[in-house]
Each structure stands twice: as structure tokens, then as C-alpha cells.
């Protein structure tokens, strides 16, 4: 991605080097605003109703009216998915509260919210990932009481982020009151005797998209599975620990906190998983349905 490429600003697709906003914006100044990030594979953009209906969720949750409706929202991002030079990517949407030139914390009214998205191009997980597994580490969650909403404020999260890779992990997985309820930036699914186990939708987790998908394959395939809140302590005892997220979508955790989980290899409902997941998306990038 370079600076000539493509963005949409507030109603305007123009170079990324000419998208100007305010030093005044609430986005800026307060982290005042909500975004998503969405895949979009051969020039589809996957499972775009959901992370809609959660961007709806969001900007609710904020007390913010959302500027555009689905069918609006669908036409901007093909739109900028159409001005791309390459058809796989991840699209970043974000939308702030706007400016009114003051710095105040209370919302104001009348106010006009900025609307920016970009199309960074979607690197696809690196397959040794899924072969060898990854590091996580557990941490406290130091992030507030409402990590549903996907709020563009994000310092708690960069800051465990930083403190699993100081530790020489990928992912950290955030426990609250002894509970494990998600990554710094993804979802968390637990194999106990062949059971699919992920925390339940609660203000301590964001409610993933890829998440969804990965409980709604399983079902389908008539995998045993339920959502269940975990402690710490167990997390260590399960057969198998996977992340999920929109770019990573599923990988297998083969040590937490330098132990090994099970034998310390992806387990086999992690492949079988990945296979479904994998499924889908190649029926999604064909056009076929599912
Ligand atoms: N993050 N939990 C958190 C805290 C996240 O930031 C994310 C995704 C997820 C997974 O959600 P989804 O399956 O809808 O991507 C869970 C995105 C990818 C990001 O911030 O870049």
C-alpha cells in the first residue's frame, strides 16, 4: 500500500497522501469512535452483513447514529474495493464522532461524524502457523468493562500485545477475575475431551465474526460444542487452544506461558477445523453457495 492508493474519506475516494482530517477530530483527541476490519477475498467482501450489523452494535453502544445504512455502507466498500490493484484484502472501516473545534468530554450536539476506510492488502496467515502452532502468554485484562464494542481505543491492547511478543509470544489471552475471556486482538476456542469450548458473548469479549463462523461450521458438521466460561487455571488443562480473528482467522496455541497444551502440537480438531474454515472460503471466493 502506498500513498497514492485509494482511501474514502467522508464521501471522497482520493490518495491516502491527500486524506486530511481534523487535529480537532474526537477520534484524535478522545479515541472517540468505532471500527471494523473486514476480509475480502477475490474482490468479495466476507461476511460483510455481520461485521455491519456489528458496526450497528457499536456505534449504539456509543451513542452514535450510524451515518449510512447497509446498502449505503455495501456501496462505498465495493466501491473502494473496485479502485485496489489486487482483489485479496483487508478492509479497515473506522468511524469517529467527528469535530466541533472544541476539546470538550461531554458528545456534543448536531455533530458530524468522519467516515474513513482503507483497503490494506490481506496477507494470508502463514501456513506454518497452522503446521508448527504458536506461543501465547496469559495476562491480566487491564482493558475497560465494555469490550463488546469494537472502540477504536486500543492502548490496554497494544500494551499486552507488546508485553506477549517482549515475552516471545504472538498472542496474549486476557484473564479477568481468574476467567479467560479473549486475545489482545482475537477470539478463543478451547478442545476438552473433543468438546469445541469458547467463552460466551459478554462486555468482556469483542463478539468475533470469525468466531461465529467457527461455532457455526462446527455445528454444522454436528462437532459437539458449547460456550462456556473458562478459568485460567483450566485453560492449561485443555487437549487443544486455538485464536481466531478476521486475519488470522483459526491458529493453534501449542504453548501457553512456555508449557505445552496437549502434546504441544496443532490437535486434530484444529486441523479438521481448518479444513472446514478453509472450505468455506474457497466456496465463498468461487461464488458458490454453501
Ligand atoms: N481484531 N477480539 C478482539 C479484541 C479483536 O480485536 C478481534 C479482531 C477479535 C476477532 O474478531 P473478528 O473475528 O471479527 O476479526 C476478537 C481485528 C482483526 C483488529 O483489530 O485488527
Known sequence: MNEQTKVYLNGEFLPRREARISVMDRGFLFGDGVY??????????????????RLDDSLAGIRMASPHDHAEWRSILEELVAQQPCSEQSIYLQVTRGSTGERDH??????QPTVFAMAMPFEEPDP?????????????????????????????NVLVKQEARD????????????????????????????????????????????????????????????????????LQQMDELWLTSSTKEVIPVTHLNDRPIGNGRPGPMFRQMAALYADYKARIKAGTRY
Open 106 to 111: 461531554a458528545i456534543p450536539r448536531g455533530i
Open 128 to 156: 506454518q502457523l497452522a503446521e508448527e502452532g504458536v506461543s501465547a502468554v496469559t495476562l491480566d485484562d487491564i482493558r475497560w468493562r465494555l469490550c463488546n464494542i469494537k472502540a477504536i481505543t486500543l492502548l490496554a
Open 167 to 234: 515475552q516471545g509470544a504472538i498472542e496474549a489471552i486476557l484473564i479477568r477475575d481468574g476467567i479467560a475471556h479473549e486475545g489482545a486482538a482475537s477470539n478463543l476456542f478451547m478442545v476438552e475431551n473433543g468438546v469445541i469450548t469458547t467463552p460466551p458473548k459478554s462486555r468482556f469479549l469483542l463478539p468475533g465474526i470469525t468466531r461465529d463462523l467457527v461455532l457455526e461450521l462446527a455445528q454444522r458438521e454436528k462437532l459437539p460444542c458449547r460456550e462456556e466460561a473458562v478459568s485460567e487455571q483450566r
Open 36 to 53: 471494523e476490519v473486514i476480509p475480502c477475498y477475490s474482490g468479495k467482501l466476507f461476511r460483510l452483513e455481520h461485521h455491519l450489523s
